[in-house]
């Protein structure tokens, strides 16, 4: 593990989730979204790691925003894009006027990789890097982009792409 990767305290399960759990996990999601909606998500970054790793865990690859207000926040936790096992289509216009909608100051990109490698592909940094750029011309803060694994994660602000 290099030193900008992270680790959840979750650990990853190697088994195919049942129904019953899969219906689990969503109520326990929800029950999260509610209490993220009246607490602050970016009260410390390991808060951050945790709610990725457990909201952005998948067997396809899932693009989520997280918008915050400008006390940073949850206003919406957003999956604007689910793709394959390798790829998910992102539209910055999408994402920028999805902040714009709902009056958000501040966004952190975050996606899973299902493979369970964090590191970002040229696709990933390009389209980050589009969308810092959209950001900066509208007044958003774009605070990171997450890349989600399998028991870890990396920041692209920490790795300096951002």
């Not at 696709?123 to 605070?143: F, N, P, R, S, W």
């Amino acid at each position: 593990m290099t030193r900008h990767q992270k680790t959840f305290a979750l650990e990853p399960q190697h088994a195919p989730l049942s129904a019953e759990e899969q219906g689990v996990i969503y109520e326990a999601r929800q029950i999260l979204l509610r209490h993220l909606n009246r607490n602050s998500i970016l009260s410390s970054w390991q808060a951050v790691l945790d709610y990725c790793a457990f909201t952005i865990r998948g067997e396809v690859e899932r693009f989520h925003v997280l918008y915050l207000d400008k006390k940073n926040r949850l206003i919406s936790d957003e999956c604007l894009a689910t793709g394959t096992v390798d790829h998910v289509p992102v539209y910055p216009r999408e994402v920028l006027k999805r902040g714009l909608e709902l009056s958000a100051t501040a966004l952190i990109l975050v996606h899973n990789h299902p493979s369970g490698d964090p590191e970002p592909s040229r696709a990933d940094i390009t389209m980050t890097k589009e969308i810092q750029t959209g950001c900066k011309v509208l007044g958003l803060m774009l605070h990171d982009h997450i890349i989600v694994g399998i028991g870890q994660a990396v920041s692209l602000r920490t790795r300096g792409l951002l």
